[in-house]
C-alpha cells in the first residue's frame, strides 16, 4: 500500500513536523529549485509519518541524518510515494541539493560517525545516490 498516492494536494498539507525556521531556512536557500516545495512537504510528511520534528538546531544532530536518510529510502521504494521511477530519482537530487544549500550555514556539532552527504553537488553527476553515504 502506498502512502501518498499523489502530490497534488501537498501544497495544502500544513508544516508541524518542520519549524518555521526550518521551513524558511530550506525555501530561502532553493527558491529556484523547481519542484523543492513538494520535495519540502514530503520530507515534511515523512517526518511526521516518523515522528520527528526537526528543528534548527536539530539540523546539526545524527538523528537529522538519520532521518533525511530514511527519506532518501523512502523516496527509493513505491511504498511512501507513488510517483515515476524518474519523478523519484528528481526528488531526492532535489533533496540533497537543498541539504547542500542551507548545509554551509546550519549550526555546527561535534562531528559523526558518517554523513548523509559528503563532497559537493557541483562535481556530481546526475544519479540520484550521487553523493549519499550509506
Known sequence: ?????????????PFQ??????V?????????????????????CYCDLMG?????????SPRYT????????ALKGKMFVANEDASRQHQIRRFVLMHWAFH???????????????GHPAGQSERSDAGLHC
Open 52 to 60: 520527528a520534528t526537526v528543528t534548527y538546531l536539530g539540523l546539526s
Open 66 to 73: 538519520e532521518l533525511a536518510k530514511g527519506y532518501v529510502g
Open 24 to 44: 524558511n531556512l530550506m525555501e530561502r536557500r532553493v527558491p529556484s529549485v523547481r519542484g523543492s516545495s513538494v520535495t519540502l512537504k514530503l520530507f515534511e
Open 104 to 118: 554551509a550555514i546550519r549550526p555546527l556539532s561535534p562531528p559523526t560517525s558518517g554523513h548523509l552527504f559528503h
Open 17 to 22: 513536523a518542520l519549524t518555521p525556521e526550518v
Open 1 to 13: 500500500m502506498t502512502i501518498i498516492k499523489n502530490t497534488t494536494p501537498l501544497p495544502n498539507y
